[in-house]
C-alpha cells in the first residue's frame, strides 16, 4: 500500500490507474478505524481493481463545543489495517492539502432540506461539512464507486443527493451496520463511555427493535410507539434527542409505508450516540 498526502501524488497515481483502464473504490474515512470501516474496504476491494482509503479528520464538519480536538488519531495502526485488508492508496492529506484557499473554505455544498433535519436539527453546519469534504475528495480521487457505512444512513442520502444533483458519475454504495454482540453499533465514539455506559449504550439498539417490532405487527401510530422507547431510554440515563421513524429517504412515513427506518440519537453520560434500524414489512 502506498501513502500519500499531497493531492499532486494523488492525481498521479490515479491517473496512472485510469489510464489503464483500472475501476477505482473509494472509501472516505476519519481514521481510528474498526470492522465497520475494514467491512467497507473489503467490499470495495470486491467493486473494484483499485481501493483508494482516506483519513482526513475533517475540521468543517466539527462544530465549536464538538470534539474535533479529542477525536481519536491512530494512524500507525489504521495505516497497518489498511495495507493488511488490501488497500492499494492511502491518502492522508494536511488540512491544507483539502481547503486550499484557507479555513473554513468560502465555498461549501449544503444539500437542503434534509440537511437541516434530525442529526442537522442538532449539529448545526455537520452536513455541509461533510458534503463539502466529500466533494473535493471525490474530485481528487474521481472513484467509480464510494462506499458508506449505513450507520449514518442520513449521511448517506445527503452524500447520494449530492452526488445525483451534481452530476457526479459515482456509484454510492451503503454497507450494513457492524455491531457488537450487544446489539451496539459500532463507532469510534464508543470508546468515549466508561465501563458503566459501556453496559447501558446496547438500550438504544433495543428501542430500536421495539419499535420496529411494533410496525412490524402493523402499529402506525410511529410518534406514540418513539416516544414510549425515547422514555425508555431517558429513563435508563440516556438523553434522546430524537427518536423517530422515517422512510429510507428520510421523508414523514406515510400511514401505508412498507419500508422504514427508525432513527435514533442520544446523549449517555458525555457522549452522542447514533442508531438506526432499517426494515421492510410486507403487505
Ligand atoms: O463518516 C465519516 O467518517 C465522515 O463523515 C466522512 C464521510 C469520512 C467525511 O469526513
Redesign the pocket.
Known sequence: MRTVSTAEELRGQIAVWRAAGQRIAFV???GNLHRAHLALVARARQLADRVVA?V?V?PL?FGPNEDFGRYPRTLAADTAQLAAIGTDLLFTPPVEAVYVNGFPPATTITVSPLSAQLEGEFRPGFFT??AT??AILFDLVQPDVAL??EK?WQ?LQI?RRMVADLRMPIEIIGHPIERDVDGLALSSRNQYLDADQRQLAPAIYRALTAVAEGLRVGRRDYAALCATQAETLRAASFQPQYFEVRTPDLALAPADAREFVVLVAAVLGGTRLIDNLYLRVDA
Open positions: 472516505p474515512t476519519m482516506s482526513f475533517n464538519q461539512g461533510v469534504v466529500v458508506f457505512g449514518d449521511q452524500i
